[in-house]
């Protein structure tokens, strides 16, 4: 059974700080792309970031250098570190897991909630 488990949402004011953490189970962790995207109420689920095996990170533009990727492929985690966090952060986060060409499979999310 694979599982993506999310934790770290929450709560925080504009300016603030979270760290978002997903542990994997089920899956050959470390050759997998993992990703965290979002979704606002009324908007499509969006990319925030990624990291590849080899730790090639990519962000969307409205996150870059506030928000940081990483992978502790021993403990089978990525992290997102949220820094100087704005209201239109503020969505549901989910963590992703992808082998291209086999599988994808999703967390089931986390509030995050950024207020003004």
């Known amino acids: 059974q694979v599982l993506l488990v999310e934790s770290g949402g929450g709560l925080v004011q504009a300016g603030g700080s979270l760290r978002l953490s997903c542990a994997a189970s089920?899956?050959?962790?470390?050759?997998?792309?993992m990703g965290w995207y979002r979704q606002a109420p009324g908007k499509q689920r969006e990319l925030v970031a990624r990291?590849?095996?080899?730790?090639?990170?990519h962000y969307a533009d409205s996150v870059k250098g506030r928000f940081s990727i990483s992978r502790d492929n021993a403990k089978s985690t990525v992290y997102l570190q949220m820094n100087s966090l704005k209201p239109e952060d503020t969505a549901v986060y989910y963590c992703?897991?992808?082998?291209?060409?086999?599988?994808?499979?999703w967390g089931q999310g986390t509030q995050v909630t950024v207020s003004s």
């Open positions: 992703n897991a992808l082998r291209v060409g086999q599988y994808e499979y």
């Open positions: 089920g899956i050959p962790f470390s050759i997998n792309v």
């Open positions: 990291i590849f095996s080899g730790g090639t990170t």
